[in-house]
């Protein structure tokens, strides 16, 4: 609830800062244009009436200044911009503009905040995504090798591809022509180079998931099937608090529930919103398939539940079961099955959830 005397808005970019504020008790608007360096803009606020409260979009300046507000005493939420009332009729769009309607904004209490990450929750996450990265560009460049070769006549049928023995075939090709063969031999390096990364990120995650403030939840997530200890580390880190959901909102939050149009008395629904997290999303959708195959407790499973306090094990038996038996009654329905996997995503979400708020 708004209770300070001056409402702040910032147009924050990487090379100025546009502020507006708002006097509550006068209506007196207080306009500047700052270099973005955190003190300058705290002393500026400083010279404000106060108590001031302070808004502004998040975007790729970060958190900084928010964390740089917080320590000095000062109120500052970091709006969400996908979630920010704009008028319908506004044809002018100026950072002065933007600033003044933040500021109104943040007035009325018609902010939407993101959750401000602390700074070892978000090296975690810059790790996350780092793999993230990397697995994008592994996929890419073996795509680029594989339809290389394609083009050239060259087809593996020596069984799994990108194994070992694939590696070891893929090396023994040569070209006679030197551009394919430079071509060539550069995205072989760069499959080598992406491998070598990958391989030192997951070193890390498994270091950090083993020994950091995010273990104990991690474990708890691994305990359900599909969940590794990157997915398990991964989810705990984006999500952070878990807390400000529930079973059935976190679906939305994941873009993970059904769009809809509804009007009178049509009510029409289409594919799911993909709003929110993609990561997370996408980590969810790829763990909801290993609940097709049978419910067995293999050691590999077993041994992630013997490092889980035995509510989680419970409660992830449960959740296994049920995710299971849903998959089987889509099955029996024949429900197209990336529909009933994005709908068992959606419910291992909950599941998720679950386990991460279980006391």
């Given amino acids: ?36 360096a955190n003190e300058v803009v705290i002393d500026w606020l400083h010279t404000l009436p106060g108590p001031v409260a302070v ?96 083009r050239h006549g060259h087809v593996y049928y020596g069984g799994q591809t990108w194994s070992a023995k694939h590696h070891a075939w893929l090396h023994r090709i040569r070209f006679a022509d030197l551009g394919t063969r ?26 950090l998931a083993a020994d950091s403030e995010f273990t104990d939840l991690t474990r708890r997530l691994c305990c359900l099937r599909g969940v590794s200890t990157l997915t398990g580390f991964a989810l705990a880190v984006e999500i952070g608090e878990w807390q400000r959901f529930n079973g059935n909102s ?19 629904q289409g594919s799911i919103t993909k ?9 969810l959708i790829e763990a909801a398939w290993h609940h097709k195959p049978r419910y067995v407790v293999g050691p ?22 049920r995710l299971h038996d849903r998959w089987n009654s889509y099955t029996r329905r024949h429900k197209k099955h990336t529909v009933a996997n994005t709908a068992i995503a959606r419910e291992l979400a909950g599941w998720c959830w679950s386990l991460a708020t279980l006391e």
């Fill in 55 to 150: 808004t502004y979009e998040a975007g790729p300046t970060g958190f900084g200044l928010a964390r740089a507000m917080a320590t000095a005493g000062i109120r500052c939420e970091v709006a969400a911009p996908s979630k920010l009332s704009r008028p319908a009729g506004e044809r002018v769009k100026t950072d002065a503009r933007d600033a003044l309607q933040l500021a109104r904004l943040l007035r009325v209490d018609d902010i939407t905040s993101v959750r401000v990450p602390t700074v070892t929750q978000e090296a975690a996450r810059d790790l996350v995504r780092a793999r993230e990265d990397v697995r994008g560009d592994l996929m890419r460049a073996r795509h680029r090798v594989s339809k290389l070769l394609l």
């Fill in 250 to 268: 976190i679906g939305a939050y994941l873009g993970l529930v059904p769009s809809e149009h509804s009007s009178g008395q049509s009510r029409r």
């Fill in 275 to 283: 709003t929110g997290n993609s990561h997370v999303r996408r980590l």
């Fill in 182 to 207: 430079c071509a060539y031999e550069a995205d072989l390096e760069a499959i080598d180079f992406a491998v070598a990364r990958r391989d030192r990120l997951d070193a890390t995650i498994a270091e």
């Fill in 300 to 321: 590999v499973l077993r041994a992630r539940w013997e490092q889980a306090p035995e509510p989680a094990r419970a409660r992830a038996h449960i959740g296994n079961q």
């Fill in 1 to 36: 609830m708004f209770t300070e005397r001056t409402s702040v808005g910032l147009d924050v970019h990487a090379r100025s800062v546009v502020a507006t504020a708002i006097d509550t008790k006068t209506g007196e608007l207080f306009k500047q244009r700052l270099v973005p």
